[in-house]
T-cell receptor
Framework: SQTIHQWPATLVQPVGSPLSLECTVE??????LYWYRQAAGRGLQLLFY??????ISSEVPQNLSASRPQDRQFILSSKKLLLSDSGFYLC????????????FGPGTRLLVL | GDSVTQMEGPVTLSEEAFLTINCTYT??????LFWYVQYPGEGLQLLLK?????DKGSNKGFEATYRKETTSFHLEKGSVQVSDSAVYFC???????????FGRGTSLIVHP
């Protein structure tokens, strides 16, 4: 069966520090991969998605970036965090093609102070 | 573009009450429709789905019917429990896009 992991689970970082969040998927090949952010009490905001290794599409211009160095690994990064980067970050995968279910990881809660 | 509209929350109910959370959509293609649930502090998980008109998705006592004529996919449960307290997201996905469209979520609070 398929599993999706995210780490760390919780992170407290000072403003201006770098960020690296990792997501890995097990039990499937060639998945579509997604990064979402969820602010407190708000809905989902799609940040990045990827349909293959090295292929990244950005949905919202900001100080975050994403990379996909391996088929089942998706990394979210920042060189300098802002207060507004605080939130709950969710990684998700789906089978290639449209009309498919998304499978979400447990999330990383980021607090920028 | 595609969009999903959900009723505003929070929805507050007593245990064993009937639940309806409304969801309507607009889509350029022929979408699959989903309900996801997010329990406090967790990621989203699929609750149910329907892939064509008049299909009924069901799981854990929840049901939703794909109504193409009214472009709706309302979530219902006959008798809610305290453990159903969560945020519920309606979503659609079309064949022409890798990007699903989510509603803003509806918070459900069930009191004993």
């Amino acid at each position: 069966s398929q599993t999706i992991h995210q780490w760390p689970a919780t992170l407290v970082q000072p403003v201006g520090s770098p960020l690296s969040l990792e997501c890995t998927v097990e039990g499937t090949s060639n998945p579509n991969l997604y990064w979402y952010r969820q602010a407190a009490g708000r809905g989902l905001q799609l940040l990045f998605y990827s349909v293959g290794i090295g292929q990244i599409s950005s949905e919202v211009p900001q100080n975050l970036s994403a990379s996909r160095p391996q088929d089942r690994q998706f990394i979210l990064s920042s060189k300098k965090l802002l207060l507004s980067d605080s939130g709950f970050y969710l990684c998700a995968w789906s089978v290639r093609g449209g009309r498919e279910t998304q499978y979400f990881g447990p999330g990383t809660r980021l607090l920028v102070l | 573009g595609d969009s999903v509209t959900q009723m505003e929350g929070p929805v507050t109910l007593s245990e064993e009450a009937f639940l309806t959370i409304n969801c309507t959509y607009t889509a350029t293609g022929y979408p699959s429709l989903f309900w996801y649930v997010q329990y406090p502090g967790e990621g989203l998980q699929l609750l149910l789905k329907a892939t064509k008109a008049d299909d009924k998705g069901s799981n854990k006592g929840f049901e939703a019917t794909y109504r193409k004529e009214t472009t709706s996919f309302h979530l219902e449960k006959g008798s809610v429990q305290v453990s159903d307290s969560a945020v519920y997201f309606c979503a659609l996905a079309t064949g022409g896009s890798y990007i699903p469209t989510f509603g803003r979520g509806t918070s459900l609070i069930v009191h004993p």
